[in-house]
């Protein structure tokens, strides 16, 4: 049985379901494990990277594992790729499998665990994954796109603090319908209106359908020239959200250039403050991430002394 540190504090990611389920699943143990309600909070990959942490003990799952949180009462459960080994810290990680999957393993090492939780942990670890060829795919997306649409927080107070709640939730019966309505539609417009930002990255801008599919459809169909394509999402706080999809590793490594992090195919970052509208984040991507062009030779700093009695001549006509 894996030995677990009494946290302080539960930190999961704010940006998904996996984050939604595993932290409230850690919750769940540790209410278990040490009869206490342990406060969560969750994060983006920007916000993570920049907050100081300071807790002496503290669960942490669904963040990439590195050297700040390798302290001696810290428990990571995480499934992306690291390469900082654990000294301190206490690691639980397998990249096969979602940080709710592993969560849900140290649960049911404890005595939690139900055919619900079962359910639902299977969902979440197909969205999460992506498992395409998987039989409850379209289903699995269906839950992971509540938590875009409806956003973490407001999904957590909706079913009381209790994950077993969100599964069957009437709130899939809208997701269902927006995905057979919507997503044909969001499809036809998405494949048609892909912009520049780099010449491997391109912007798809979306109006309906569960973007994430309709990303991986255009991608998989080879509709567009780009290895990776960004989306833009403005959420009610003003903030925007940019999120990459690739076929062959290459999203990680874009949203690294912008402090943000996932996995090699499915990554996002988020844009600075002062980045409050979408026209205002294509310019920004822009200014990130194209290449550097060379200075022309004009421009260049002179490199001998010829050059410089050169161009005093050239001036002096």
Known sequence: ????????????????LDGLVAGMLLQKLAKKKFNKTVPLE???????????????????????????????????????????????????????????????????????ESPKLDRLVHLNNVADLFLENDPDFVTATDYANLVKIYQFWNLHTLIGGEIENLLDHPLLEVMAVKRRIEDPLGFEWSKNNIAEISPTVGYMDTLIGNTNLIVHQILETKTTQYDVLVTLFKRANNLVIASFRSRNGEALKVAEKLQG?????????????????????????????????????????????????????????
């Open 261 to 317: 992090g996932g996995h090699a195919n499915a990554a996002g970052a988020l844009m600075p403050k002062s980045i409050r509208n979408i026209p205002d984040a294509v310019d920004y991507l822009r200014q990130v991430l194209q290449p550097k062009t060379s200075l022309s030779t004009a421009s260049q700093p002179f490199n001998n002394m010829e050059n410089l009695f050169a161009s005093i001549e050239t001036g002096k006509r």
């Open 42 to 112: 969750a994060y983006h990959y920007n916000y993570w990277k920049q907050r100081d942490l300071r807790e002496r003990a503290a669960w942490a799952t669904d963040f990439t594992f590195d050297t700040r949180m390798d302290k001696p009462e810290w428990l990571v459960i995480d499934h992306h790729t690291t390469e900082t080994p654990p000294k301190n810290a206490s690691l639980v990680h397998d990249v096969t499998k979602s940080a709710g999957l592993l969560c849900y393993e140290l649960c049911k090492e404890n005595g939690i």
């Open 1 to 16: 049985m894996t030995e677990l540190p009494k946290p302080d504090i539960i930190f999961t990611h704010e940006s998904d």
